[in-house]
């Protein structure tokens, strides 16, 4: 059987939401308003310092949908490497030692995120992870519709989402780690044998400390990043957009 470590993206893996750095790259092409990227931003800014309610994720995904319907893939494809070049330099060093740990030790890596499946299986290769499980939405006639294809990979979703990969790959579920700064990640935590508590907010600390999880704490990126300088991004990143399309067209 197959061990893993499983990675929350938003406050685990990076610092922030990635949703602010698809939402920057939207407006510039004009996807979404100016009203609408400053109300992001001050939601982004809540978010930050105090974790999303499951209402207002709902928004988000509410938001998200509509904004992608009617959009071609190739448009969309198109913004990852400048969303990816705003995400990297955020990446937690110290989670990416994690990461690099579980390779090590002989463990299959994956993020698990509630963003775009394209968005988080780009991130996974650029980082060399194994794999990315994203929210997936349907594409017809190179269009994406709104509608999700499979579930929001949110809460419970995530579970549903691993039991599918699961299936396929065998996971080791007791074997395995998950990631997490979150209690809405509490469904994804209890499914393995081992729960990490990644700068958690105050609920997912009360609980860690009961279940004696182990609790990880560093609240600053500081001056050394886990990937730095705008050509290392560049290089890390520009060949994104091809991949996509070579992707979806195999």
């Known amino acids: 059987m197959v061990q893993a470590a499983f990675f929350d993206l938003d406050k685990t ?10 939402a920057k790259a939207a407006q510039e092409r004009g996807l979404i308003s100016r009203t609408q990227i400053l109300r ?4 982004h800014a809540r978010y930050r310092i105090k974790g999303a309610t499951d209402d207002e994720t709902s928004q988000i995904l509410k938001v998200a949908r509509e904004t992608l319907a009617g959009v071609s893939y190739t448009e969309i494809s198109r913004m990852w490497p400048e969303v990816l070049a705003g995400i990297l330099p955020r990446i937690y060093p110290e989670v990416l030692a994690e990461v690099h740990r579980h390779q090590d030790e002989g463990r299959r890596t994956f993020i698990v995120s509630a963003a775009g499946s394209d968005m988080v299986e780009s991130l996974a290769q650029v980082l060399g992870m ?7 939405y349907v594409v017809e006639d190179g269009v994406y519709t709104g509608a999700l ?29 998950a990631y997490s700064d ?3 990640d509490l469904p994804m935590l209890e499914l393995v044998g081992n729960a990490v508590a ?9 609980i860690a400390r ?8 560093f609240e600053q990126l500081g001056r050394n990043l886990a990937i730095g300088g705008t050509v290392a991004v560049a290089a890390l990143v520009g060949g994104i957009g091809g991949w996509l399309s070579r992707r979806r067209t195999g």
């Open 13 to 22: 893996l990076m610092a922030g939401s990635s949703g602010m750095q698809f």
């Open 40 to 43: 992001w931003g001050r939601d």
């Open 130 to 136: 194994d794999g990315g499980i994203g929210t997936r």
């Open 149 to 177: 294809d499979g579930p929001f990979v949110y809460g419970r979703g995530k579970v549903i989402a691993i039991e599918a990969l699961s299936a396929d790959l065998d996971f080791d579920l007791e074997g395995s780690w």
């Open 182 to 184: 979150s209690a809405s």
């Open 198 to 206: 990644v700068n958690p907010d105050a609920p997912l600390l009360e």
């Open 210 to 217: 009961r279940e004696n999880w182990k609790v990880m704490r």
